[in-house]
């Protein structure tokens, strides 16, 4: 064997340098797209025309309105670590700009032909060309005519570097990762205007969004019209922070995580800790192997994020990554646990989602106060829903009283019958079921049913059958409600038993022998910190060493559970999002086990008055568009539906 001799050490040639540098930078035509976006963004564009060839293989231009590069500055565009966006690290603390690091131009410029041109002035003859050769990179500037603002084309991407170029997907492939890029880009900035040309083919022109009804469209027309029929809007403040966007409604989900956009400070981030927080609010209420949708944007004091911890700016890391996560989780949770039936009627219809799996769901609008800053996105939004078309087809008053007639020709009997809310149902074998029997003499708290106002009428309506011993069909003034009363009366029992178990004190049982973890010193170290939480969930960890704990105490409910894989969930959750609801998620397996078995079962006949007095719980219930596992409760059809099926009015 021949040993070969080290070699010295030598500063690199600039454009090896930058092609390195490129490897982290540019994976992909994306990859330059949105690199040349984010610096016409930050040059302060109000409109940003990009074209494209070849699913961005053969041409990526970005030419936008914005205030230029002057020409003594252009030799310094394409040179490494040369940007105009940061002076001091104490900028770079508080940076606001997407773009900082000063690689992105050198970098692309190393792996394809770029050319710049910019002018800073309003005379079109005044622009200035760059551009970079050599092994040296030494740029070359030229006279070159151009309206104010700066134009980059990338040509031939990968020219030099073939193996990278082999990694490239087809056409239609990188195409789709670049129109994903831009959709981001575009949910970005309302108050800019795009257009996406690819091969000559304009695919989408956007104008600036000057209110909330052209935010809504710009929105439909990149997510299309049924993510706003099924979204709740958000607008929410607390601590310094605030969430605003739209949540999908829980029915409303896919099966990959495609539509689910994050912005941090107007920059859009794949980020664990928020994740985390988006996934726990929904885990009630999604059906398994589902994902949600949203688009979601979160205002914070730029000092308190750091966006300088990856080198495409995807990731951020926050200074009290706790106080975000409980943020998050808390008004996601709330939001999405205020939906009722009762909304349906108010904001509208449901639509039906756009797979298989989902379902129709209510639709409401949770906005918290409007901010006082003048921005369009402040400005109160309308939630549209696909009820625009069914408010127009609504019976009249004339109409109601026909159906309320045709309830009472059905069921004289109890034309008057509407039971009282149910008796909270005791944890444990009591809380099998909803009684009955004692519905049965609640009934005799009779209302009677609305006449002349038929706004009074209840959001789920009136039961006027069941059908199979397995669904209620429902009169409403809208149409027609059918609920699985299975699933419904699950949800109901389940988030009576949580309120019960989670609103006082878990009862907790002492083991009689201590489990012993071997655990890092880190994680006791938490375990000392999060001792008061860990002892209100009914959980008592003792330290015995540096690295041992033991477990003295659990919760009654687990106390069958396999203890040591679960205190290790928890405590890898403080460590790492400051916040753990493994506990609490076992706890409400075993509740909802308990609710499942305990609802009322598919063949069960039910009295009229029994079917309304579940009906009334539906609608007091937080949650009840869905069954504990995620399944729908209910579906409605709107007689505009229902007329359409008999080709009625044709």
């Known amino acids: 064997m021949t040993v070969e001799t080290p070699r010295r050490i030598r500063i690199l040639d600039p454009r090896l340098a930058n092609q390195i540098a490129a490897g982290e930078v540019v994976e992909r035509p994306a990859s330059v797209l949105k690199e040349l976006v984010e610096n016409a963004i930050d040059a302060g564009s109000r409109r940003i025309e990009i074209e494209l060839e070849a699913g961005g293989a053969r041409l990526i231009k970005v030419r936008d309105d914005g205030g230029g590069i002057a020409e003594d500055d252009l030799p310094l565009a394409l040179s490494r670590h040369a940007t105009s966006k940061i002076l001091s690290l104490e900028e770079l603390e508080g940076v606001a700009s997407l773009g900082f690091r000063g690689e992105a131009l050198a970098s692309i410029s190393s792996v394809a032909r770029l050319e710049l041109v910019s002018n800073v002035t309003d005379d079109p003859r005044g622009g200035w060309r760059v551009v970079a050769e050599g092994r040296q990179m030494e740029p070359r500037v030229s006279p070159a005519p151009h309206p104010r603002g700066t134009s980059v084309t990338v040509r031939d991407l990968f020219f030099n570097t073939p193996a990278r170029r082999k990694f490239l997907r087809t056409e239609k492939t990188e195409f789709g990762h670049l129109e994903e890029t831009f959709r981001r880009?575009?949910?970005?900035?309302?108050?800019?205007?795009?257009?996406?040309?690819?091969?000559?083919?304009?695919?989408?022109?956007?104008?600036?969004?000057a209110d909330g009804e052209a935010g809504e469209r710009r929105v439909s027309a990149l997510l299309g019209g049924k993510f706003l029929d099924n979204a709740l809007h958000l607008d929410i403040e607390a601590s310094g922070m605030r969430l605003w966007g739209w949540v999908g409604l829980p029915t409303h989900s896919r099966a990959q995580a495609d539509q689910q956009y994050f912005f941090v400070n107007g920059r859009v981030v794949r980020d664990r800790l928020v994740a985390h927080a988006i996934r726990q609010a929904y885990r009630d209420v999604l059906f398994h192997g589902r994902h949600p949708v949203f688009v979601l944007y979160l205002e914070l004091d730029p000092a308190v994020v750091d966006v300088n911890v990856h080198p495409t700016k995807h990731e951020v890391r926050?200074?009290?990554?706790?106080?975000?996560?409980?943020?998050?989780?808390?008004?996601?949770?709330?939001?999405?646990?205020?939906?009722?039936?009762?909304?349906?009627?108010?904001?509208?219809?449901?639509?039906?989602?756009?797979?298989?799996?989902?379902?129709?769901?209510?639709?409401a609008d949770t906005r918290g106060q409007p901010a006082t800053e003048p921005a369009w996105r402040q400005q109160p939004m309308a939630l549209r829903g696909a009820g625009e078309h069914a408010r127009e087809s609504r019976p009249g008053a004339d109409r109601v009283r026909e159906f309320m007639a045709g309830y009472r020709a059905l069921h004289p009997d109890h034309e008057a019958q509407l039971l009282t809310p149910q008796a909270e149902p005791e944890v444990g074998g009591a809380a099998a079921g909803v009684a009955l029997d004692e519905r049965r003499q609640a009934a005799d708290a009779r209302q009677a049913l609305p006449e002349d106002d038929p706004t009074g009428t209840p959001p789920l309506g009136y039961a006027v059958a069941q059908l199979h011993g397995v669904y209620i069909l429902s009169q409403t003034t809208r149409g027609l409600v059918v609920v699985d009363m299975h699933a419904a009366h699950e949800r109901i029992t389940y988030e009576r038993m949580k309120t019960q178990v989670h609103g006082g004190a878990l009862d907790a049982q002492?083991?009689?022998?201590?489990v012993s973890l071997a655990v890092s010193a880190n994680a006791v170290e938490t375990a000392e910190q999060c001792h008061?939480?860990?002892?209100?969930?009914?959980?008592?960890?003792?330290?015995?060493?540096?690295?041992?704990?033991?477990?003295?105490?659990?919760?009654?409910?687990?106390?069958?559970?396999?203890?040591e894989p679960l205190v290790r969930d928890m405590l890898g959750d403080l460590e790492r999002y400051g916040r753990s609801d493994r506990l609490e998620a076992h706890i409400n397996e075993l509740?909802?086990?308990?609710?499942?078995?305990?609802?009322?079962?598919?063949?069960?006949?039910?009295?009229?008055?029994?079917?309304?007095?579940?009906?009334?719980?539906?609608?007091?219930?937080?949650?009840?568009?869905?069954c504990n596992h995620g399944r729908p409760t209910w579906t409605e059809m709107s007689m505009h539906d229902l007329d359409k099926l008999f080709l009625r009015g044709q």
Not at 185 to 209: C, E, F
Not at 338 to 359: K, L, S
Not at 593 to 610: I, K, Q
């Open 532 to 563: 008061e939480a860990f002892r209100r969930l009914g959980v008592e960890l003792d330290v015995a060493g540096p690295e041992t704990l033991l477990v003295r105490q659990v919760p009654a409910l687990l106390a069958q559970a396999d203890v």
């Open 510 to 514: 002492p083991l009689l022998v201590p």
């Open 318 to 363: 926050f200074r009290d990554g706790r106080l975000v996560h409980d943020f998050l989780f808390s008004s996601l949770h709330r939001a999405l646990g205020e939906v009722r039936p009762e909304t349906a009627g108010e904001e509208g219809e449901p639509a039906t989602a756009d797979d298989p799996g989902a379902a129709t769901a209510p639709a």
């Open 591 to 626: 509740l909802a086990t308990m609710a499942c078995h305990g609802s009322v079962r598919a063949n069960r006949r039910l009295t009229v008055p029994e079917m309304n007095a579940l009906l009334r719980d539906m609608e007091r219930t937080e949650r009840s568009g869905q």
């Open 185 to 209: 880009l575009a949910l970005s900035r309302y108050d800019i205007g795009w257009v996406l040309r690819h091969n000559q083919k304009t695919v989408h022109q956007l104008r600036p969004a």
